[in-house]
Nanobody
């Protein structure tokens, strides 16, 4: 069992930056891939970034590549999403999730989800 709590969302102007954090509790965190997903109004939830359990591999959606960076600190049971050069279309609720395996990039293979944090980018 893993419990996840996101923080760091908020309102930011286009071109600005935010860093999201996801604090995890539960003994399986260090063996799980961690993913970031987002859901904009009227749209389906979509994968944003993934980091492997050891942190040696990452994946980014094309829409955020070069702007977003995910990292993790297994000693602190925390995963991060650094978001730079934010665009209006980045506005969404962002979720972190724990994957079933050490490397997972399929949304259906994520078993534990946080409650989400709102990111709003204004012009």
């Amino acid at each position: 069992q893993v419990q996840l709590v996101e923080s760091g969302g908020g309102l930011v102007q286009a071109g600005g930056s935010l860093r999201l954090s996801c604090a995890a509790s539960g003994r399986t965190f260090t063996s799980a891939a961690m993913g970031w997903f987002r859901q904009a109004p009227g749209k389906e939830r979509a994968i944003v970034a993934v980091i492997s359990s050891s942190g040696d591999k990452t994946y980014y959606a094309d829409s955020v590549k070069g702007r977003f960076t995910t990292s993790r600190d297994n000693a602190k049971n925390t995963v991060y999403l650094q978001m730079n050069s934010l665009k209006l279309e980045d506005t969404a609720v962002y979720y972190c999730a724990a994957g079933r395996y050490s490397w997972v990039i399929t949304g259906s293979m994520y078993d534990y989800w946080g409650q989400g944090t709102q990111v709003t980018v204004s012009s």
